[in-house]
Nanobody, 126 residues
Framework: VQLQASGGGLVQAGGSLRLSCAASGRTFSSYAIGWFRQAPGKERDFVAAISKINRSTYYPDSVQGRFTISRDNAKNTVYLQMNSLKPEDTAVYYC????????????????????WGQGTQVTVSS
């Protein structure tokens, strides 16, 4: 599967952005999807994940309550709605796909993902 992330940009603190991750291929619903981010000089961090079918989701404390991941399997697209953005959210955001056996599984480690998109820059100004 090929992934294309989009929707990044420049926003003021407190603002919102919605990222999209469009996937090619007819087996999109077989994959759990995750979002990660990487700021300059830092490691790639987990941001959100969603299971392949029943839309079970998981977030780290850093974005819980501010970010929402969702998916539309009919459109082969996953979304990341980001609200109440902070300057520390500034990073390149990547979507990734992991083959998943179970309907409710999601994954938080980068090594668990099989395919990655190219990344989209999010910059939050103070």
């Amino acid at each position: 599967v090929q992934l294309q992330a989009s929707g990044g940009g420049l926003v003021q603190a407190g603002g919102s952005l919605r990222l999209s991750c469009a996937a090619s291929g007819r087996t999109f619903s077989s994959y759990a999807i995750g979002w990660f981010r990487q700021a300059p000089g830092k490691e790639r961090d987990f941001v959100a994940a969603i299971s392949k079918i029943n839309r079970s989701t998981y977030y780290p404390d850093s974005v819980q309550g501010r970010f929402t991941i969702s998916r539309d399997n009919a459109k082969n697209t996953v979304y990341l709605q980001m609200n109440s953005l902070k300057p520390e959210d500034t990073a390149v955001y990547y979507c990734a796909a992991a083959r998943s056996t179970y309907a409710s599984s999601w994954f938080v480690n980068a090594y668990e993902y099989d395919y990655w998109g190219q990344g989209t820059q999010v910059t939050v100004s103070s």
